[in-house]
Each structure stands twice: as structure tokens, then as C-alpha cells.
């Protein structure tokens, strides 16, 4: 059975960083692997993502030139690398894994198949 376990949210002032973990385990393949958030009242929206079969990485445009997405392969653990954070980047923060057919990018929340339970993140200016 795979699960995910996310850490690392917390409150920050605008500007400041902020590294989330999510440990893996149970998996033993994934098509993408990546990170969501879902703001109060609005959809939850793919942030950044790896597809591991080829180490391509997807950002979403919102984010770019601030996050980043690594993942460590021997500690089964994802990473979201956030810089600069602004106050719109609060919200609850899930990582995810699908397993299942490439659907064309892995921004996707629909497409995956398994999620953690959230990390909150909360950005005051």
C-alpha cells in the first residue's frame, strides 16, 4: 500500500522559505510524482511535479523562478523547495503519486491516485 507523509509547513512572513518533505512508501513505480495545494474556497492546483521515467520536471507558472521540485531517491522523499513566498502562496499543501497512464502533463490533481494528508502553509505579509 503506498502512503505519503508531508512535513515541513508551518507560518512564515512574505519573502521567507519554506522546504516541504513527503516520504514515500510502498511504491514501487510512479508515473509522476508531484506537489498540489489547495487555497480555502478555491480548487486545488497543481504546483510542481517530476516525471521520473525521463527527470522531467513541470512548474506551474504561478510558482516559477521560486520553487522547486527535487526528490531524493534513497530516501523515498519529495521535496518542495519555496522561496520567496508571497501571501497568495497560503494554503494546504498535498503531495501526490499516480500510477497509472501518462495523461500529458503532471499538473493534473485529477490524474493521480493517491495523496498525502496536507501540510499547511500560511504566508503573512
Known amino acids: 500500500q503506498v502512503r505519503l507523509v508531508e512535513s515541513g509547513g508551518g507560518s512564515v512572513q512574505a519573502e521567507g522559505s519554506l522546504r516541504l518533505s513527503c516520504v514515500v512508501s510502498?511504491?514501487?513505480?510512479?508515473?509522476?510524482m508531484g506537489w498540489f495545494r489547495q487555497a480555502p474556497g478555491k480548487e486545488r492546483e497543481g504546483v510542481a511535479a517530476?516525471?521520473?521515467?525521463?527527470?522531467?520536471?513541470f512548474i506551474a507558472d504561478s510558482v516559477k523562478y521560486r520553487f522547486a521540485i527535487s526528490r531524493d531517491r534513497a530516501k523515498s522523499t519529495l521535496y518542495l523547495q519555496m522561496d520567496s513566498l508571497k501571501s497568495e502562496d497560503t494554503a494546504m499543501y498535498y503531495c501526490a503519486v499516480l500510477m497509472g497512464s501518462y495523461p500529458g502533463t503532471c499538473l493534473q490533481p485529477g490524474s493521480y491516485d493517491v495523496w498525502g494528508q496536507g501540510t499547511r502553509v500560511i504566508v503573512s505579509s
Open positions: 510502498g511504491l514501487t513505480t510512479s508515473t509522476c
Open positions: 517530476i516525471r521520473p521515467s525521463i527527470a522531467r520536471t
